[in-house]
């Protein structure tokens, strides 16, 4: 059984930083495309970062550029987000997902086919 688990989230400062994780069990984790997805209220799901199925092609939202970063670590099976100068905007729940084997990065909600629970993310003034 495929199963991604986020952890990580929580309350933090403007300006402050926080690291989220996402542990993959039920798949070969370095054939999928991975992804970091957001969800504020009101708001559609959006693409916030994501490899490719080899992790050698990235994409990140531009809101995001300079402040969060994604990585993986195979022999771990978790993907990661660093996210770094926190902003209020950046409240949100937040998803990984994962698909198998695209060569292009994919961005869409409906390209995924494995999604997490989310993990809520505050950013207070």
């Known amino acids: 059984q495929v199963q991604l688990?986020?952890?990580?989230?929580?309350l933090v400062q403007v300006g402050g930083s926080l690291t989220l994780s996402c542990a993959?069990?039920?798949?070969?984790?370095?054939?999928?495309a991975m992804g970091w997805f957001r969800q504020a209220p009101?708001?559609?799901r959006e693409c916030?970062?994501?490899?490719?199925?080899s992790g050698a092609s990235t994409y990140y939202t531009d809101s995001v550029k300079g402040r969060f970063t994604?990585?993986?670590?195979?022999?771990?099976n978790t993907l990661y987000l660093q996210m770094n100068s926190?902003?209020?905007?950046?409240?949100?729940?937040?998803?990984?997902?994962?698909?198998?084997?695209?060569?292009?990065v994919p961005k869409r909600?409906?390209?995924y086919k494995y999604w997490g629970q989310g993990t809520q993310v505050?950013?207070?003034s």
Request: aromatic share 14%.
């Open 109 to 111: 909600e409906y390209e």
């Open 42 to 44: 009101g708001k559609e």
């Open 24 to 32: 993959a069990s039920g798949l070969t984790f370095s054939s999928y």
């Open 5 to 10: 688990v986020e952890s990580g989230g929580g």
């Open 86 to 104: 926190l902003k209020p905007e950046d409240t949100a729940v937040y998803y990984c997902a994962a698909v198998y084997g695209r060569l292009a």
């Open 122 to 124: 505050t950013v207070s």
């Open 48 to 53: 916030v970062a994501a490899f490719n199925w």
């Open 70 to 76: 994604i990585s993986r670590d195979n022999a771990k």
